[in-house]
Nanobody, 128 residues
């Protein structure tokens, strides 16, 4: 069973930076991609960034490209999202996600990957 645990959220002023972390455990060897989503209440969950497990390619949503950087530490089994030049529009809950084996979890596409394993979420609040 895959477990994803986020940390590092918080409150920051506009223009500031935060780094989210996601500790990954369980059956991680078969996932196709790992990444980050965010969801504003009342809206669809949207992909923010992800890393392909096959070749390490990284992908970003247009809204964060150039401001956010995704990375992973395979030894620590940890995924990171470095967020810089944060804007009030970035305020929401961020979820760590894995595109893994079929499961009953709610699936969302980002790029060509179907993400179906989710962490509990981390709140990021950017003040104006």
């Amino acid at each position: 069973q895959v477990q994803l645990v986020e940390s590092g959220g918080g409150l920051v002023q506009s223009g500031g930076s935060l780094r989210l972390s996601c500790a990954v455990s369980g059956f991680t060897s078969t996932y196709k991609a790992i990444g980050w989503f965010r969801q504003v209440p009342g809206k669809e969950r949207e992909g923010v960034s992800c890393i392909s497990n096959s070749d390490g390619s990284t992908y970003y949503a247009d809204s964060v490209n150039g401001r956010f950087t995704i990375s992973r530490d395979s030894v620590k089994n940890t995924l990171y999202l470095q967020m810089s030049n944060l804007k009030p529009d970035d305020t929401t809950i961020y979820y760590c996600a894995e595109a893994g084996p079929p499961t009953d979890g709610s699936p969302y596409y980002f790029q060509r990957f179907l993400f179906n394993y989710w962490g509990q979420g981390a709140q990021v609040t950017v003040s104006a």
